[in-house]
Structure formats: structure tokens, C-alpha cells
């Protein structure tokens, strides 16, 4: 089984900072692609950004500018740094990652984290 554990949610104002991160465990073979989505209150969920084994990266266009993905992959671990924060940006956030767990006959598939909640207030 993998796991993905989101942390670095909470409160901030508008126009403020957060990093979120997310660690993924267990019997992880390899990561292709990981990524953060969020969703809000009574909307569907999006993507917000994701970034490949080899570091491309894709962007909603809401955030293009303001928010950064990077990946650690020695550590399995995605971040997102998000700055000039709005209040638009308040949602559950969640990662995904592709995996391909060890084991004979794995196969690749996609894991999510619960997520983490950002208030931003304005």
C-alpha cells in the first residue's frame, strides 16, 4: 500500500505565504508524475499544478505566477510553495501521485492524500 500525507495548511491572509508538502510511503517501486489539487466549497475538484519524475511542471492558470511545485524525489516528497495567496485560493488541498508499487505484477495507479485545509482571509 502507498500513502500520501499532506501537511503545511492552515490560516494566513491575503497576499501571504504557505508551503504545503506531501510525503509519499510504503511499497513504492517508482513515482512517475505528483501533483496538488484543491478543491472548494461547493465546486468541483482541479488541478492546481504537477511536476514530472524529471521536473516539468504544469500550472492552472490561476495560479500561474504565484505558486511554485518542486519535488524532492530521493525523499518521495512534492511541495507547493504558494505566495500572494487570495481569497479565491481557500480549499482542501490534495495530492496525487502516480505509483508503481514493488512487487511481481505492479502496476502503475493513482493515489491520493485527505488533504489539508488553506484559509485565506481577506
Known amino acids: 500500500q502507498v500513502q500520501l500525507v499532506e501537511s503545511g495548511g492552515g490560516l494566513v491572509q491575503a497576499g501571504g505565504s504557505l508551503r504545503l508538502s506531501c510525503a509519499a510511503s510504503?511499497?513504492?517501486?517508482?513515482?512517475?508524475?505528483m501533483g496538488w489539487y484543491r478543491q472548494a466549497p461547493g465546486k468541483q475538484r482541479e488541478l492546481v499544478s504537477d511536476?514530472?519524475?524529471?521536473?516539468?511542471?504544469n500550472y492552472a492558470d490561476s495560479v500561474k505566477g504565484r505558486f511554485t511545485i518542486s519535488r524532492d524525489n530521493a525523499k518521495n516528497t512534492v511541495y507547493l510553495q504558494m505566495n500572494s495567496l487570495k481569497s479565491e485560493d481557500t480549499a482542501v488541498y490534495y495530492c496525487?501521485?502516480?505509483?508503481?508499487?514493488?512487487?511481481?505484477?505492479?502496476?502503475?495507479?493513482?493515489?491520493w492524500g485527505k488533504g489539508t485545509l488553506v484559509t485565506v482571509s481577506s
Open positions: 510504503g511499497s513504492i517501486f517508482s513515482i512517475n508524475a
Open positions: 511536476i514530472t519524475s524529471g521536473g516539468s511542471t
Open positions: 496525487n501521485a502516480n505509483v508503481k508499487t514493488a512487487g511481481f505484477g505492479a502496476v502503475w495507479r493513482y493515489y
